[in-house]
């Protein structure tokens, strides 16, 4: 595993290099012609974000399952209850919808309901008096008491006048921040300074997926800090998806997770960073495939949950150090838990010698976990007394763990959740 600190180095060359492509050579995704820009408003009314300020948040993209847009098929509330509850247990709290339509309007007070932080609420269009999109605009607005932050989805076909008009008319009625979600490509000066916060829908050269997860994070960070260092607004990608799958033929599963573990690590776990990402996306949308059933088709395993609302490596428990330990350092053993909630969970430390595992004596014996999932043991491991050797458990809160055991024991889902070490 690769210490933490090489991670760290190769983010500040990556914010370096946003930073030049900004300053120094120009905007990404901005026009030379400056007769194709709207003009820049003379005043924007605008709302606060605080919401976007906890990186302990988890945030992730939710359509739920059992839906089908194309052919009019909508959840029940029963089922999109179950849905928001799967993600809870995982540890997101907060949730980007993506329309208001019919049942889906419920979905920011069953997600309070069921203890999510924050909701943002999607609306399809600006264009609030067309009678298509009316009902959607008045159900978002009933919401607005379960409601932290509106998303606009339209994609062009508007006037940068009609999108401010309709965001402070949202503003006012609603006393809620407002944005629109735009390709990263369309983001000139103007259209970075009329939404409360910049929420860009990630689009890239080609497919994230057929890029190692390593080079998909890199390409994810450029994208958002070469925003970023143009604006004060924070900066939240979106729709930055990586496959589980490539048809029946290829499962990627571990790529997809680490891909996703690795900007976890850069936006929730680095607090000094500003902006973020949104976990895309929560389940396979198998009606997203467009007819398409080549190998090579992929926009329907993009959830961390697959239809059936099975976890995927993405979405499983998970124990990783946060730095390497090989008998010389002289730090705590720490690391980080995830997919879980931290609050129902606990850490039970091992190290091995003479044959056997036995539990590292501390008071109390199980380790707690901080709501960004990490966990210090207060442990600095003894060489010379202990060996290298370790095992970390991920139990629940009311494991009690044996004094020593021969080998460690099954992950049951109950009692263990995860293993490191052993």
């Given at each position: 595993m690769a210490n933490i600190n090489s991670k760290i180095k190769r983010i500040m060359s990556i914010s370096a290099l946003a930073s030049s492509l900004a300053f120094g050579v120009g905007f990404i995704g901005c026009s030379d012609d400056n007769s194709t820009k709207p003009e820049k408003p003379d005043t924007i009314t605008s709302l606060p974000t605080p919401f976007l300020d906890?990186?302990?948040?988890?945030?992730?993209?939710?359509?739920?399952?059992?839906?089908?847009?194309?052919?009019?098929?909508?959840?029940?509330?029963?089922?999109?209850?179950?849905?928001?509850?799967?993600?809870k247990g995982a540890n997101f709290d907060g949730i980007v919808t993506n329309s208001s339509k019919e049942s889906l309007s419920r979905i920011p007070q069953i997600a309070k309901e069921e203890g999510i932080q924050y909701v943002i609420m999607g609306i399809s269009s600006i264009d609030r008096k067309r009678e298509s999109v009316k009902n959607e605009w008045d159900n978002a607005v009933q919401m607005k008491e379960y409601v932290d932050g509106y998303a606009f989805l339209q994609h062009s076909n508007y006037t940068l006048d009609s999108l401010v008009s309709s965001m402070d008319y949202l503003r006012t009625i609603t006393r809620r921040p407002v944005t629109i979600s735009e390709f990263t490509s369309a983001y000139d000066d103007s259209l970075l300074h009329v939404g409360d916060w910049i929420m860009p829908r990630f689009t890239s050269s080609g497919n994230l997926s057929y890029h190692l997860p390593d080079d998909a994070i890199d390409e994810v960070m450029l994208s958002q800090l070469t925003l970023q260092v143009r604006t004060d607004k924070p900066v939240f990608i979106d729709h930055a998806a990586y496959c589980s799958q490539f048809g029946a033929a290829q499962n990627i599963q571990r790529f997809q997770a680490d891909y996703l573990y690795g900007l976890f690590l850069r936006y929730n776990l680095m607090s000094e960073q500003k902006g973020g990402f949104i976990c895309y996306e929560?389940?396979?949308?198998?009606?997203?495939?467009?007819?398409?059933?080549?190998?090579?088709?992929?926009?329907?395993?993009?959830?961390?949950?697959?239809?059936?609302?099975?976890?995927?490596?993405?979405?499983?428990?998970?124990?990783?150090?946060?730095?390497?330990?090989?008998?010389?350092?002289?730090?705590?053993?720490?690391?980080?838990?995830?997919?879980?909630?931290?609050?129902?969970?606990?850490?039970?430390?091992?190290?091995?010698?003479?044959?056997?595992?036995?539990?590292?004596?501390?008071?109390?014996?199980?380790?707690?976990?901080?709501?960004?999932g990490i966990w210090d043991s207060n442990v600095v491991p003894d060489q010379s007394t202990y060996g290298t050797t370790f095992g970390i458990l991920l139990v629940n809160e009311n494991y009690d763990p044996p004094d020593s055991i021969a080998s460690p024991p099954q992950i049951d889902g109950t009692n263990v959740f995860a293993k490191l070490g052993f």
């Open positions: 906890d990186h302990a948040v988890r945030w992730i993209n939710y359509e739920p399952t059992n839906y089908n847009p194309k052919e009019g098929v909508y959840p029940s509330e029963e089922s999109i209850r179950e849905d928001v509850q799967l993600l929560a389940f396979d949308q198998p009606w997203k495939n467009n007819g398409i059933t080549i190998p090579e088709d992929c926009s329907w395993y993009e959830g961390i949950f697959s239809k059936d609302r099975e976890p995927k490596l993405a979405a499983k428990p998970k124990l990783s150090l946060l730095m390497d330990f090989d008998g010389d350092n002289d730090h705590d053993l720490e690391g980080v838990a995830l997919n879980i909630l931290p609050e129902n969970h606990r850490i039970a430390t091992y190290l091995k010698f003479e044959g056997k595992w036995h539990a590292i004596p501390k008071d109390p014996p199980l380790t707690t976990i901080d709501a960004r």
